[in-house]
Nanobody
Framework: QVQLVESGGGLVQPGGSLRLSCAAS????????MRWYRQAPGKERELVAA???????NYADSVKGRFTISRDNAKNTVSLQMNSLNPEDTAVYYC?????????????WGQGTQVTVSS
């Protein structure tokens, strides 16, 4: 069974940094795009950053220049380095990946990790 497990959330002061990590485990053929989403209270889930299997990255305008997505294909992990955090970044952050299992590609989600930016 394929799982995505996130780690690294927590409480940080405005201007601080956090690093989120997500590891895929289980039996699968390959991983396509890997992404980070977030959902703040009362708001819809939004795409924060994505890293394609071809090496392309894209970011939400609100995090450009502050967040960096990276992935390690050998370890089946994706990370999100978040700098210059502000209270508007407070949300539950979710890892998402397109994973090929046998002949089919499925979209998997992690359980979410809370990020709170507050003084």
């Amino acid at each position: 069974q394929v799982q995505l497990v996130e780690s690294g959330g927590g409480l940080v002061q405005p201007g601080g940094s956090l690093r989120l990590s997500c590891a895929a485990s289980g039996t699968f053929t390959s991983i396509g795009a890997m992404r980070w989403y977030r959902q703040a209270p009362g708001k819809e889930r939004e795409l924060v950053a994505a890293f394609s299997s071809g090496g392309n990255t894209n970011y939400a305008d609100s995090v450009k220049g502050r967040f960096t997505i990276s992935r390690d294909n050998a370890k089946n992990t994706v990370s999100l380095q978040m700098n210059s955090l502000n209270p508007e970044d407070t949300a539950v952050y979710y890892c998402n990946a397109d994973i090929l299992v046998l002949r089919f590609t499925y979209s998997y989600w992690g359980q979410g990790t809370q990020v709170t930016v507050s003084s």
